[in-house]
């Protein structure tokens, strides 16, 4: 299995993404890396479930990537649910991000703590596919929880309130390379 080492500058985190049982989802991520077409990402969002301002979120998570404003335009991948693939969003775990119109592009999460809500068929309607989890990090998870820790902003993008406390007040820029 191929592993990526995502550097920060709280240390590096190390995942080891599972192609045999994501084969379409972790070898889109590794054409990302592979492809410098993630030059520019950072950590930018951290869910806690601990509760922020307004609605307490259900998951804890840090969220990195593009950004939302660049994500769309880059190449998505066919859908890969947990339920196919068996894998589960527990701790550690990385999965892509997705929006209910569109399939995941270049977006990516780390599950701190085990996170089944996630999983395809543990919510109703359109979350019901879950999202596609693809690995696992082997090494760092002290810096991912590093990072969920960092301070955020008060403003969501877009002024939308379901986002309140979740964005990063300094993103943490990463530099990914793949580790054969």
């Known amino acids: 299995m191929a592993k990526v080492s995502f550097e920060t500058e709280y240390g590096n985190i190390v995942v080891e993404l599972d192609a045999e049982r994501a084969p379409k989802t972790a070898a889109h991520f590794a054409r990302l890396v592979e492809g410098d077409y993630l030059h520019d990402a950072s950590f930018y969002r951290v869910v806690r479930s601990s509760g922020q301002s307004g609605v307490p979120p259900t998951i804890d998570i840090i969220q990195g990537g593009v950004g939302w404003e660049r994500w769309e335009a880059l190449p998505d991948v066919e859908h890969e649910p947990t339920s196919v693939t068996g894998l589960r969003h527990r701790d550690g775990t990385i999965s ?25 068929g543990a919510q109703l309607g359109p979350a019901s596919i879950g999202f596609a989890a693809f690995g696992q990090v082997c090494a760092g998870m002290d810096v991912v929880r590093r990072v969920q820790a960092l301070a955020v902003s008060a403003e969501a993008p877009g002024g939308d309130a379901r986002f309140r406390d979740q964005f990063l007040t300094s993103p943490v820029p990463i530099r990914l390379k793949c580790l054969r």
């Open 96 to 120: 892509l991000a997705r929006s209910v119109e569109k399939n995941a592009t270049s977006e990516f999460f780390i599950c701190i703590g085990d996170q089944p809500q996630l999983d395809a």
